[in-house]
């Protein structure tokens, strides 16, 4: 199979009409560093030795280094057998700082049976290798899945059209454009621009294991004028539900002379599919048409993609709102950013000298904005036409390819660039509020932090602390998250509560004010009698305190004055009963009536209290 021409039409879509306008740039500054370009030396034949052409995204290892591919170059690039043209392709990898190692080159064994010309992204197992396809090559010419390790020992594990090819049918597909994903069972999954069983028309999803059994799930073009679709380039996402949803770039139950249509599809493990919405459903197909990548689910249990005017949202039931269409010709899939929004790229549009491609950020309502526009360098050597898309780095920065430019190419055949562009972490705020505050002793209070940022709802965790010693923790969710505090074995007293923000990579720490949290005593009930009333002097008189607790068992201790208005007459300290007495004397009292209280002070668990007045009558 030969290489398609991407850089003027893409399924007849001019890209002088879908272009697009540069969008507004952020107040953020987003600046893009060139990694590696690149064709830095090149053979007799004007072949990149180290790889040219990347067309597949990055993905980045548990090691912290990024792997990708060039879908051209390589040692064994520009030569030719039966066949024609080798366009030979590498797998790279790449350290953070920019210095490439070519891990392998294809079409290193005769006519290419390792596989060539890899355009889709390569997918960590979890057995540490990459796994990934090649378009073309293979036993068959058609295509390869293959496994990499990360020092470069490759393995085909499946070779394409090994069924009925000598009809060319390729019943078990050909021509893989995207990568693979791993499922939740294991197996890894991903689709076939070719393929069918009565003609090369199609494409199918498929299955296959990490030793290399493949299955196909499903082929394109099974229902009359292919309403199901037709051409999935794009890959597969696994959405919570266990299924998986995916795209076909042309088909489904829209298409004309002036329409290719295209669909959105959901599949089931074993193959069910089930197509979710036909594009072109709208006049002059408002609603986009053509979709090349895959989709993405965002936090909020939607699916989201682009097609190249559009970018859209669509929910697992198949309802699809249009989020922009501003053009630009986003051909590859978005990634999530923070807080709800997705980056992704265009290869055309910007505001760089021939305007070749852009980074956006867009939310899930479709407020879009330019982090940057490609070309902006003298000959692009910022690169050029980022067919695929961003992935963000553990340093919450974004990196990406480029399919042309750089130092060593141009900005229209040759060269490619990888980039990383560094994306400023948000300043984010932090708040606490505690409920109920007071609180009383042995019963909790609920504490709970709100993190707010400018874009998005920050997410990460939360510290609680008192006196810089941390007590708790809790991970927010859509910017909020809160525990339940004991005050069980706490002093009364405040307590000055502080919640703070660990950093993530999209958004910086921050710490709240502290909140003063009040741990009251246990509430208790104060009753006074007294002995002989009325009183004639000189007697002396009795008065006892009981205190008790309202609502838990156990027994006050600590002391109770007795007073009237104002006058102390006498502490008493509470017995093992909780009682208090003293004698007051009445000798040289006036006649009178006096309104004599106890009050109990509380103690370390134990809240004050004070008894009713009791009316105590000197003769």
């Known amino acids: 199979m030969f290489a398609r021409n991407r850089c003027r039409t893409l399924f007849g879509l001019s890209l002088l009409a879908v272009c697009g306008l540069a969008r507004p740039a952020l107040a953020q500054t987003y600046t893009e560093m060139v990694g590696y370009s690149f064709c830095t ?10 790889g040219g052409q990347p067309f597949g995204a990055l993905v980045q290892g548990t090691d912290g280094n990024f792997y990708g591919t060039t879908e051209y170059g390589g040692v064994n690039g520009a030569a030719y057998n039966s066949d024609g043209p080798i366009f030979g392709g590498t797998v790279f990898k790449i350290t953070p700082a920019g210095a490439l190692t070519t891990l392998y080159n294809f ?6 049976a390792d596989g060539q010309e890899p355009q889709g992204a390569l997918v960590q197992w979890t057995d540490g290798n990459f796994y990934g396809t090649t378009y073309a090559g293979g036993a068959n010419s058609s295509g390869t899945v293959f496994k990499i390790t990360s020092t470069g020992m490759l393995t085909t594990l499946y070779s394409f059209c090994n069924v009925n090819k000598s009809s060319n049918y390729c019943t078990d597909g050909s021509g893989p454009e995207a990568g693979l994903i791993q499922g939740t069972d294991g197996n890894f999954y991903g689709t076939t621009a070719y393929g069918n069983t009565t003609s090369s028309w199609g494409g199918i999803v498929f299955r296959i294991t990490p030793a290399g059994a493949l299955t196909t799930l499903y082929t394109f073009c099974s229902q009359t004028n292919c309403t199901d679709g037709v051409y999935p ?37 074993t193959g069910t599919l089930t197509t979710l919405y036909s594009f072109c459903s709208l006049t002059n197909c408002a609603d986009g048409e053509a979709p090349t990548a895959g989709l993405v689910q965002g ?58 491609g852009t980074v956006f950020q867009i939310s899930s309502t479709g407020t879009l904005n330019t982090l940057y526009s490609f070309c902006s360098h003298t000959n692009c050597t910022d690169g050029a036409k980022p067919y695929a898309g961003v992935v963000q780095g553990t340093d919450g920065n974004l990196y990406g390819t480029t399919y042309l430019g750089g130092a060593y190419g141009d900005d229209a055949n040759t060269g490619g660039t990888v980039f990383k562009i560094t994306v400023p972490a948000l300043a984010s705020n932090t708040r606490i509020t505690a409920t109920p505050n007071p609180v009383t002793m042995g019963h909790s209070a609920t504490l709970q932090a709100t993190v707010t940022a400018s874009i998005g709802a920050p997410t990460g965790t939360i510290a609680f602390s008192a006196y810089g010693n941390t007590f708790a923790s809790c991970t927010l969710s859509a910017g909020t998250c809160s525990i339940s505090a ?15 923000y660990a950093a993530t990579r999209n958004y910086k720490a921050s710490a709240s004010s502290a909140l003063n949290v009040v741990v009251s005593g246990l509430p208790t009930s104060t009753i006074l009698t007294v002995g002989t009333n009325p009183l004639t002097p000189p007697a002396s008189e009795t008065l006892t305190a009981t205190v008790t607790r309202s609502a838990s068992a156990g027994t006050p201790t600590g002391t109770v004055t007795f ?33 004599v209280t106890a009050r109990y002070n509380g103690d370390e668990g134990d809240a004050a209290s004070t008894s009713a007045p009791v009316t105590l009558t000197v003769e």
């Open 563 to 595: 007073s009237t208005e104002g006058v102390v007459l006498g502490t008493g300290a509470l017995n093992g009963s909780g009682v208090a007495s003293i004698t007051a004397s009445s000798n040289g009292v006036p006649a009178g009536s006096y309104p």
């Open 107 to 112: 079409c290193s064994q005769a006519n290419c």
């Open 41 to 50: 030396t090149e053979n007799s034949s004007d072949t990149c030795m180290d």
């Open 299 to 356: 936090t909020d249990g939607n699916f989201y993609g682009t097609t190249p005017r559009t970018v859209f949202k669509i929910t697992p039931a198949g309802a699809l709102k249009t989020l922009s269409a501003d053009g630009g010709l986003p051909y590859a899939g978005l990634v999530q950013g923070p807080g709800g929004t997705f980056y992704g790229t265009t290869i055309s549009g910007g505001t760089g000298t021939i305007r070749y």
């Open 486 to 500: 004991s005050t069980s074995g706490l002093a009364t007293g405040t307590y000055p509560i502080v919640a703070t």
């Open 233 to 269: 380039i794009g890959g597969l996402v696994q959405g919570t539900d266990g299924n998986f949803y995916g795209t076909t770039s042309q088909g489904g139950a829209n298409v004309s002379n002036s329409s290719v249509g295209g669909t959105v599809f959901k599949i089931t493990p």
